[in-house]
């Protein structure tokens, strides 16, 4: 038989302030799951994105490459639906963080999504970082 000390209980469980700072670390990590999870999708959207300017610009640079003395300006999304790959129909559009169906301009190199007005919608802030855009 063990002797304790005076005064010393063994001890036999968890207590109330341990159980509580178990219980605030689970919060505190579920809540940080959830909120980067919520950024992780913006992220996806933007990359899928992404990934469809760049379909669009590869068949546009093979459009430009079978008729060099077109401009850029002048092509019309009807002119590069044959060069998209997979026997699509149509330029494909893109949905934007709020949920709307974004088209694509072709009239400039690389291509980007049209927010209206021939503004460029990029909510990533950066025009070069693959997000929302051709990237480098």
């Known amino acids: 038989m063990d002797l304790v000390p005076f005064g010393k209980r063994p001890s036999r469980g968890a207590t109330l302030l341990e159980m509580s700072l178990v219980i605030m670390m689970l ?3 579920t809540g940080s799951g959830i909120y980067f999870s919520g950024n992780i999708g913006e ?3 933007g990359r899928e994105a992404a990934e469809t300017l760049r379909m669009v610009y590869a068949a546009q640079r093979m459009y430009l490459a079978d008729n060099p003395t077109t401009p850029v300006s ?3 999304p009807a002119d590069l639906i044959p060069y998209l ?6 330029i494909p559009t ?6 709307n169906e974004l088209p694509i301009n072709v009239a400039v190199s690389p291509p980007v999504v049209d ?3 021939g503004e ?8 070069n970082d693959g997000l ?3 990237g480098r």
């Open 85 to 90: 790959p997979a026997g699509r129909t149509e």
């Open 27 to 29: 919060l505190a990590l």
């Open 43 to 45: 992220w996806r959207s």
């Open 94 to 99: 893109v949905t934007s963080l709020e949920g």
């Open 115 to 117: 927010a209206g007005e």
């Open 132 to 134: 929302w855009d051709v």
């Open 120 to 127: 460029p919608y990029d909510p990533s802030g950066s025009p």
């Open 74 to 76: 002048s092509l019309e």
